[in-house]
């Protein structure tokens, strides 16, 4: 039996690293209003950690979605499943229950912290071969500022954080408050990147579960983010509706080529070092020319995303048509499909 636990600050607690990690309030409601989310991709049978989600919210699921959860599992014979891994993340799966055993010790958190570290993406744009502008991993804020002003400007991503956060772009910036706040993820994170702004096109990412075996592709996903990163919703629709409108827009033979050099690179990364789903954000931008190209990756998230959400969702409610996928904060709009009982402060919809 699996136990599901929906923590999406974990990369905040990643950056942190401590055992009694304390969300900001933004992430306490996220993970409070989600906490039955892991019920849309649980089998049945499964267990979700919620404890503060009532009779009602289950009974909801499962007379508008037919999804049950059980109510009770064996403390040292389970399989725990969180969003992502921290210590943070054991820590709330032993209030739940979940016994020593069958959570990784401390040296394996550890290195799966390391692994979630920014600069891995860097690594793996080196193993496909990326023949672009490499971002820059420094603790020397002289760096960062000078490689900000040879791009003109630049995006500034701390080593750890998720969704867009702990990520701003310094245009707009003075040279004196960029310096300030260049210093400061240095001094909390212990360095600092810097990447030269592209011309956006579309977001995607390939999705990828790295095994005993190795590391196998899952399939596509295409996302929204804002100018400054902030994630905003994912497209609900099949895998080859996805695979169609990516080839649209690029060749389906860069598209392959450039999966097959992820999946290998992240084989060499990772393989005997992390088991568990994983995402890698990628980019379709235009070139100074015009032509649209493939960045085949933009960061690593060492963790379930939204887009294999997405997927799971997809295939639940057998979509034909594509949906919008996204968190939605007060009253809902109409024609919005609930995913989770509405009432708390955010509620996952399909819009």
Same mark, same amino acid.
């Given at each position: 039996?699996?136990?599901?636990?929906?923590?999406?600050?974990?990369?905040?607690?990643?950056?942190?690293?401590?055992?009694?990690?304390?969300?900001?309030? +933004?992430?306490?409601?996220?993970?409070?209003?989600? &906490?039955?989310?892991?019920?849309?991709?649980?089998?049945?049978?499964?267990?979700?950690?919620?404890?503060?989600?009532?009779?009602?919210?289950?009974?909801?699921?499962?007379?508008?979605?037919?999804?049950?959860?059980?109510?009770?599992?064996?403390?040292?014979?389970?399989?725990?499943?969180?969003?992502?891994?921290?210590?943070?993340?054991?820590?709330?799966?032993?209030?739940?229950?979940?016994?020593?055993?069958?959570?990784?010790?401390?040296?394996?958190?550890?290195?799966?912290? &390391?692994?979630?570290?920014?600069?891995?993406?860097?690594?793996?744009? +080196?193993?496909?071969?990326?023949?672009?502008?490499?971002?820059?991993?420094?603790?020397?804020?002289?760096?960062?500022?000078?490689?900000?002003?040879? +791009?003109?400007?630049?995006?500034?991503?701390?080593?750890?954080?998720?969704?867009?956060?702990?990520?701003?772009?310094?245009?707009?910036?003075?040279?004196?408050?960029?310096?300030?706040?260049?210093?400061?993820?240095? +001094?909390?994170?212990?360095?600092?990147?810097?990447?030269?702004?592209?011309?956006?096109?579309?977001?995607?990412?390939?999705?990828?579960?790295?095994?005993?075996?190795?590391?196998?592709?899952?399939?596509?996903?295409?996302?929204?983010?804002?100018?400054?990163?902030?994630?905003?919703?994912?497209?609900?629709?099949?895998?080859?509706?996805?695979?169609?409108?990516?080839?649209?827009?690029?060749?389906e033979s860069l598209l392959t080529g450039t999966i097959g050099k992820i999946r290998d690179g992240l084989d060499r990364i990772l393989r005997r070092r992390y088991i568990g789903l994983l995402g890698v954000d990628m980019m379709i931008h235009r070139a100074a020319g015009g032509s649209l190209q493939l960045m085949p990756c933009i960061e690593i998230n060492l963790r379930r995303t939204m887009g294999f959400a997405a997927m799971d969702i997809a295939a639940r409610l057998d979509i034909k048509?594509?949906?919008?996928?996204?968190?939605?904060?007060?009253?809902?709009?109409?024609?919005?499909?609930?995913?989770?009982?509405?009432?708390?402060?955010?509620?996952?919809?399909?819009?």
């Amino acid at each position: 039996m699996k136990v599901h636990l929906f923590n999406p600050e974990n990369d905040l607690a990643l950056g942190i690293d401590c055992l009694n990690y304390t969300p900001s309030p +933004h992430a306490k409601a996220l993970h409070d209003a989600g &906490e039955l989310f892991p019920a849309w991709w649980a089998g049945r049978g499964d267990y979700v950690v919620a404890p503060d989600a009532g009779e009602a919210d289950r009974s909801w699921l499962r007379e508008n979605f037919g999804i049950i959860t059980v109510d009770g599992f064996d403390a040292v014979a389970c399989e725990p499943d969180p969003w992502g891994w921290s210590r943070n993340a054991c820590r709330l799966f032993k209030l739940a229950g979940v016994g020593d055993s069958c959570l990784p010790d401390q040296p394996t958190l550890s290195l799966y912290r &390391e692994l979630s570290h920014r600069r891995t993406a860097v690594a793996l744009l +080196h193993e496909a071969d990326y023949g672009g502008e490499m971002p820059v991993v420094t603790d020397n804020a002289d760096v960062a500022m000078d490689t900000i002003a040879r +791009h003109g400007h630049g995006f500034v991503k701390s080593p750890w954080s998720g969704s867009g956060r702990g990520v701003f772009h310094s245009a707009g910036l003075a040279a004196a408050p960029l310096r300030r706040r260049i210093e400061g993820i240095i +001094h909390r994170q212990g360095s600092v990147i810097v990447e030269k702004p592209l011309d956006k096109v579309t977001d995607m990412a390939a999705l990828f579960y790295a095994g005993a075996d190795g590391v196998k592709f899952h399939g596509l996903s295409l996302f929204e983010a804002e100018a400054r990163g902030m994630y905003a919703g994912n497209i609900v629709a099949g895998q080859q509706q996805i695979f169609d409108r990516i080839c649209s827009l690029i060749p389906e033979s860069l598209l392959t080529g450039t999966i097959g050099k992820i999946r290998d690179g992240l084989d060499r990364i990772l393989r005997r070092r992390y088991i568990g789903l994983l995402g890698v954000d990628m980019m379709i931008h235009r070139a100074a020319g015009g032509s649209l190209q493939l960045m085949p990756c933009i960061e690593i998230n060492l963790r379930r995303t939204m887009g294999f959400a997405a997927m799971d969702i997809a295939a639940r409610l057998d979509i034909k048509q594509p949906r919008r996928l996204t968190w939605h904060r007060g009253v809902l709009p109409a024609g919005a499909v609930a995913l989770l009982r509405p009432g708390k402060e955010f509620t996952p919809v399909l819009l």
